[in-house]
């Protein structure tokens, strides 16, 4: 049986830097909505090859089943964007995750907050399977540079 999670806040774990391209931009002159969603998809998939999570449809690995975003305050380019990982509460086969995102120039100032919930599956057979003690043990260690 696994572990319960009894943790009460989320755990950074990856940070990295994105340049805020020109075309991330909408007409209203600062970042899409929906750009956030890739700065936090960019986020999460160098994460997970750090972690050694690569895909693999023939075996196990996470699959996203949602997505959030809150915006504070706009971000605009030229700049770039420093996202940050954090882990909230691990389950059976879930993970949840938080994504603190802020200009690089104002790293105290959150610009965006998100996340998403993260399935453990079984591919072959397409449903969701226990998180293997490995990957529990994986996401809450801090591969910060």
Same mark, same amino acid.
């Given at each position: 049986?696994?572990?319960?999670?009894?943790?009460?806040?989320?755990?950074?774990?990856?940070?990295?830097?994105?340049?805020?391209?020109?075309?991330?931009?909408?007409?209203?002159?600062?970042?899409?909505?929906?750009?956030?969603?890739?700065?936090?998809?960019?986020?999460?998939?160098?994460?997970?090859?750090?972690?050694?999570?690569?895909?693999?449809?023939?075996?196990?690995?996470?699959?996203?089943?949602?997505?959030?975003?809150?915006?504070?305050?706009?971000?605009?380019?030229?700049?770039?964007?420093?996202?940050?990982?954090?882990?909230? &509460?691990?389950?059976?086969?879930?993970?949840?995750?938080?994504?603190?995102?802020?200009?690089?120039?104002?790293?105290?100032?959150?610009?965006?907050?998100?996340?998403?919930?993260?399935?453990?599956?079984?591919?072959?057979?397409?449903?969701?399977?226990?998180?293997?003690?490995?990957?529990?043990?994986?996401?809450? &260690?801090?591969?910060?540079?």
């Amino acid at each position: 049986m696994a572990e319960e999670d009894v943790r009460t806040e989320p755990v950074a774990v990856f940070e990295i830097e994105l340049p805020i391209r020109w075309g991330d931009m909408d007409a209203m002159g600062h970042v899409n909505n929906t750009v956030y969603f890739q700065y936090m998809e960019q986020l999460r998939i160098d994460w997970f090859g750090r972690l050694g999570f690569p895909p693999d449809p023939s075996g196990e690995g996470p699959v996203i089943v949602n997505a959030h975003c809150n915006f504070m305050h706009e971000l605009r380019y030229p700049g770039t964007v420093r996202a940050r990982q954090l882990i909230g &509460r691990i389950g059976r086969s879930t993970i949840e995750t938080v994504v603190e995102m802020s200009h690089s120039d104002e790293p105290g100032r959150i610009c965006a907050t998100g996340g998403a919930t993260i399935v453990w599956v079984d591919f072959p057979k397409r449903k969701s399977a226990p998180l293997p003690g490995w990957v529990r043990e994986a996401v809450l &260690r801090p591969v910060l540079d």
